[in-house]
């Protein structure tokens, strides 16, 4: 099932875009480009929502409904 998740993006001084969410505790994903680190933190989440279902059950995240805005990152 899809859910939304929001994630925070931060670039940091040394280059790399830093991946946050307060919406799944404990994740974080680094890349060298936004993109990277979106991905990254796709694959976490993933992996921190099955375990989170595995020990306690789930998370609260909303679904996705038949209209929503995302940011859609372009390099040009």
Known sequence: MER?????IEKQ?????????????GLVAQ???????LEIARDV????????????GELKLLSIGDSFD???IVNA
């Open 4 to 8: 939304i998740i929001n994630i925070h």
């Open 13 to 25: 001084p040394e280059g790399v875009y830093l991946a946050t969410s307060e919406d799944v505790p």
């Open 31 to 37: 890349g060298r480009t936004a993109t990277e680190a």
């Open 45 to 56: 989440a993933r992996k921190l929502i099955e375990a989170r279902r595995e020990r306690s």
């Open 70 to 72: 995302y940011p859609l």
